[in-house]
């Protein structure tokens, strides 16, 4: 099994390219992280098909995870279905719930992928909140790297801040004073919090309920 995941930004994926030998095996992966999730801008044109009059936006800002999925679904589609009976892939989503609701998110990602033809084998793998909800599923491997300077316990990632929880908890001045110094620094260090966390991380033990459909769904694809 050959797998392809796009994610929204760096942290992601070094997190994933770190945990992921340890999940699929002798599976083959690529990782694919993007600066920013950006928008799937479609609009239905009629009341019918979802496959029919599906518009997708476009223009100079067709940079992030989401504007340019309709794309990359189409060309993995038509890539997937030259190989082989032997050889097998999958393309996984993994994108940040943040603001939206869950059940219209998916929804209107399952529209994008049904405009397909044909379609990739494709899972949407959604992490409530941010990424960083999977590392506090995960406190003692916090603990592992960090000294905790504010008490950390795992809340439910579907009402509680995520990464702003993480910052409060292990980076000098908080949240607060890792905002001030920008968006390049907090992306920045939400790297180093992957490159450093990530290692200790015991999926087996993790409290996040979106971490564990993640992990589940690639540990099952990979047959393991």
């Known amino acids: 099994m050959h797998f392809v995941f796009h994610l929204e930004d760096p942290s992601g994926e070094k997190l994933l390219e770190c945990i992921l030998p340890n999940i699929i ?3 083959t992966f690529q990782v694919i992280g993007y600066r920013g999730a950006g928008s799937l801008h479609l609009k239905k044109l009629n009341m019918g098909s979802p496959r029919k009059g599906l518009t997708f936006a476009r223009g100079a800002w067709k940079r992030g995870l989401l ?12 890539e997937f279905a030259t190989y082989g009976p032997d050889f097998s892939a999958v393309f996984i989503l993994v ?8 059940d219209e998110f998916i929804a209107e990602l ?17 992490a409530i909140k941010e990424t960083e909800a999977w590392f506090l599923g995960d406190i003692t491997a916090i603990q592992s790297e960090y000294r905790i300077l504010k008490p950390l316990a795992y809340k439910d990632e579907l009402v509680y801040g995520t990464w702003e929880r993480l910052a409060d908890a292990i980076y000098p001045g908080g949240s607060v004073a890792l905002n001030a110094k920008g968006y ?22 993790n409290q996040s309920p979106s971490f564990l459909h993640f992990y589940n769904t690639v540990k ?5």
């Open 220 to 224: 099952t694809l990979a047959g393991r």
């Open 25 to 27: 095996g002798d599976s």
């Open 110 to 126: 399952n529209t994008v992928l049904d405009a397909c033809n044909p379609k990739p084998v494709t899972h949407f793998c959604i």
């Open 67 to 78: 504007d340019e999925l309709p794309g990359k679904l189409r060309a993995y589609g038509k």
């Open 184 to 205: 390049s620094e907090v992306g920045k260090t939400k790297s180093e919090w992957a490159q450093k966390i990530t290692p200790h991380m015991n999926p087996e033990l």
């Open 95 to 102: 994108c940040d719930l943040d603001d939206k609701n869950y």
